[in-house]
């Protein structure tokens, strides 16, 4: 079963080198992979392109919808092997879209790599299978709060999160755009029973002038509230650009 991948120009595969920009890694140079498809439809994903497609009645706030074909492409797991250890790094960052709705895909082609690190980067509403669960080293889960637009019964999912929270290799990133979206998130840290230590705070923004705008405020709101905060390293070094 193959690969189904975002591009980063068309008929270009996003498999790139970069340094992680957020979360518990930021700041370790890695090789990414960027799938497509995604069960959710945040209202301010800065990935749409890798699933808001024409003719797809999700909503987005953009409004602008990407074409299905230059927009995605279909490669076997040996030949995305090949490009990831092309690239040189011991440490693999999957993401999307979801990328745990190509779970089985993604074991095949862990079975094709060399010896790296794993990290997954999921919304948290995907359990990944046993054979694909025994290759990931970190999953990077950031469940949506309102303000993503997507219904909670669909986003926040329980069993799911009592799951990730139990995982020691699990870290939790909320994405925070309004002082307000923190008082979600100690009411889910009260409701589940996350890692001390294992919980982010992000500001939502796609320029550099945003996210230092928001960590103002965030910054006292996680020395108040015990939260780990994560920039994005990748936004102040090179923008909202695909491939980066
Ligand atoms: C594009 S998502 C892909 C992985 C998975 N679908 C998820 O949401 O975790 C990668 C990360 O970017 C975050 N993200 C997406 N758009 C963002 C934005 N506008 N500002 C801040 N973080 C954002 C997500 O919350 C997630 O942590
Ligand atoms: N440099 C860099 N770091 C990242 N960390 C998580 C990312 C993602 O889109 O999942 C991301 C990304 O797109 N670029
Ligand atoms: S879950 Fe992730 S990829 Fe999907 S719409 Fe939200 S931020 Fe984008
Ligand atoms: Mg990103």
Not at 165 to 186: C, M, N, T
Not at 203 to 213: H, M, N, Q, V, Y
Request: with cysteine; hydrophobic share 40%.
């Amino acid at each position: 079963m193959p690969l189904t991948l975002a591009t980063q120009s068309p008929g270009e595969p996003e498999i790139f080198a970069s340094l992680q920009g957020e979360g518990p890694s930021a700041g370790m140079p890695v090789a990414f992979l960027r799938l497509s498809r995604c069960n959710l439809a945040c209202q301010w994903c800065d990935t749409a392109y890798t699933w808001h497609f024409a003719g797809d009645e999700r909503p987005h706030r953009s409004g602008e919808t990407f074409d299905r074909k230059t927009n995605q492409i279909v490669m076997g797991e040996e030949d995305v092997a090949r490009r990831i250890a092309a690239l040189g790094q011991n440490r693999l960052v999957i993401t999307g879209g979801e990328p745990l709705l190509q779970a089985g895909a993604l074991a095949t082609l862990l079975e094709h790599l060399p010896d790296m690190a794993v990290e997954v980067e999921t919304n948290g509403t995907v359990a990944a299978p046993p054979r694909l669960d025994v290759r990931i080293d970190q999953y990077n889960v950031s469940p949506k709060l309102a303000h993503s637009g997507n219904p909670a019964d669909l986003a926040l999912l329980p069993e799911r999160l009592d799951a990730y929270a139990a995982d020691p290799r699990a870290w939790f990133k909320f994405v925070i755009a309004a002082p307000g979206d923190v008082d979600e998130v100690l009411a889910l840290k009260a409701r589940y029973r996350f890692r001390p230590g294992h919980v982010f705070l992000m500001p939502e923004g796609t320029d550099s002038a945003t996210l230092r705008a928001r960590e103002e405020w965030l910054a006292p709101l996680c020395l108040e509230h015990g939260f780990r905060m994560s920039d994005r390293l990748h936004i102040h070094l090179y923008g909202d650009t695909r491939g980066t």
